[in-house]
């Protein structure tokens, strides 16, 4: 039987968690706090055990402060671990500010505001000769989309013309870390194939619930919070080319108009 560890259960990988669980595979999850099929993170006994043990291991966890806590914690035994396959989630905002233009695994890094994550980034292409590297843009799905920001009056319509972004569903996520399983080591961004405004999608989340449109705003007018702020600063495409040649993915939530639905 697969052994997956997975250093982190937030929402993509508790997702992926239940899926693999469905097709018979053994998983052990790593958090704060313990719990069912669940060890805490501090439990180093516990943790080293199960690394060596995993025929799998991916981390979801993000870079606190200046440092990756789970590479400065567990980094040697990760490295030593006798896995056949080791994955990391990161994010496409290693690529910082492109004015709008495409990026893709080979374009530069560490220039955004997201230099923890990028230094993480390097740091997890480096550990390990089999490791896959998921760069991943906007995360929405089932309970965390715009569908449920306008349902609970947060969505916002800020006016920056020119301004595009890149998401992907939860689900398509999933399928690309299991094709991996079968492909070959390295860095993919795992984006759906249409870059665009978050003004079109919070548009058509209120088509489909029925609701009107929110007001255009600037940034000020909206009252944003320092990090969703930070999200518009930055102004990018991310390419999907590289995952859908090497691992066989095709998203199955290709824009977010098929995603949108979905959830609804």
Same mark, same amino acid.
């Given at each position: 039987?697969?052994?997956?560890?997975?250093?982190?259960?937030?929402?993509?990988?508790?997702?992926?968690?239940?899926?693999?669980?469905?097709?018979?595979?053994?998983?052990?999850? @790593?958090?704060?706090?313990?719990?069912?099929? *669940?060890?805490?993170?501090? #439990?180093?006994?516990?943790?080293?055990?199960?690394?060596?043990?995993?025929?799998?291991?991916?981390?979801?966890?993000?870079?606190?402060? &200046?440092?990756?806590?789970?590479? $400065?914690?567990?980094?040697?035994?990760?490295?030593? $671990?006798?896995? @056949? +396959?080791?994955?990391?989630?990161?994010?496409?905002?290693?690529?910082?500010?492109?004015?709008?233009?495409?990026? #893709?695994?080979?374009?530069?890094?560490?220039?955004?505001?997201?230099?923890?994550?990028?230094?993480?980034?390097?740091? +997890?292409?480096?550990?390990?000769?089999?490791?896959?590297?998921?760069?991943?843009?906007?995360?929405?799905?089932?309970?965390?989309?715009?569908?449920?920001?306008?349902?609970?009056?947060?969505?916002?319509?800020?006016?920056?013309?020119? /301004? *595009?972004?890149?998401? *992907?569903? *939860?689900? #398509?996520? @999933?399928?690309?870390?299991?094709?991996?399983? #079968?492909?070959?080591?390295?860095?993919?961004?795992?984006?759906? &194939?249409?870059?665009?405004? /978050?003004?079109?999608?919070?548009?058509?989340?209120?088509?489909?619930?029925?609701?009107? +449109?929110?007001?255009? /705003?600037?940034?000020?007018? $909206?009252?944003?919070?320092?990090?969703?702020?930070?999200?518009?600063?930055?102004?990018?495409? @991310?390419?999907?080319?590289?995952?859908?040649?090497?691992?066989?993915?095709?998203?199955?939530?290709?824009?977010?108009?098929?995603?949108?639905?979905?959830?609804?």
């Amino acid at each position: 039987m697969p052994a997956m560890l997975i250093l982190g259960l937030g929402y993509t990988a508790g997702r992926l968690a239940e899926r693999l669980r469905g097709e018979g595979w053994r998983v052990t999850g @790593v958090r704060r706090t313990a719990g069912p099929d *669940v060890l805490a993170f501090g #439990d180093d006994h516990a943790v080293r055990a199960a690394i060596a043990g995993a025929s799998h291991i991916l981390s979801s966890v993000p870079p606190e402060g &200046d440092g990756d806590p789970v590479l $400065a914690r567990y980094g040697d035994a990760l490295a030593a $671990a006798p896995a @056949v +396959w080791s994955g990391y989630l990161s994010s496409t905002g290693v690529y910082g500010d492109a004015g709008g233009a495409w990026v #893709d695994e080979s374009s530069p890094t560490g220039a955004g505001r997201r230099s923890a994550r990028a230094r993480a980034d390097e740091d +997890w292409g480096a550990l390990r000769p089999d490791m896959r590297r998921f760069r991943l843009p906007g995360i929405y799905g089932p309970g965390r989309s715009a569908l449920d920001r306008v349902r609970e009056g947060r969505a916002h319509r800020i006016d920056l013309p020119g /301004q *595009v972004f890149s998401r *992907v569903h *939860v689900d #398509d996520i @999933v399928a690309g870390v299991i094709a991996s399983f #079968d492909g070959p080591p390295g860095t993919y961004n795992l984006a759906d &194939d249409l870059p665009c405004s /978050q003004n079109c999608v919070i548009e058509a989340a209120c088509d489909l619930l029925g609701a009107p +449109w929110p007001p255009l /705003q600037s940034m000020e007018e $909206a009252a944003l919070t320092p990090m969703a702020r930070g999200f518009y600063a930055e102004n990018r495409r @991310v390419a999907n080319g590289r995952a859908k040649r090497l691992l066989g993915w095709r998203p199955a939530y290709p824009t977010f108009a098929e995603g949108l639905r979905a959830c609804l």
